[in-house]
């Protein structure tokens, strides 16, 4: 497992440059993206989490040799 330092809260661009360096590093072999899924008691808290995910998801589905995995977390209230 890997942590990027991202500035100003910024998560698109720091981890897609990531992820592209860890495709070239891979040699065409998978990179896995673990991608957390908040599980709410109440269905509006929905709202409220797991749209950086949404957008995250969007953006690397887009790339062939990533694997999307979810991870659910529950959360407490």
């Known amino acids: 497992m890997e942590v990027i ?39 509006w808290h929905t709202f409220l989490h797991n749209q950086t995910a949404i957008i995250l998801r969007f953006f690397l589905i887009m790339k062939k040799d990533v694997v999307i995995a979810t991870l659910p977390y529950h959360l407490r209230e």
């Open 5 to 43: 330092y991202s500035p100003y809260r910024t998560i698109l661009s720091p981890l897609l440059e990531y992820i592209t360096k860890a495709e070239k590093e891979a040699d065409r072999a998978p990179v896995t993206v673990l991608l957390p899924q908040f599980i709410v008691k109440k269905w």
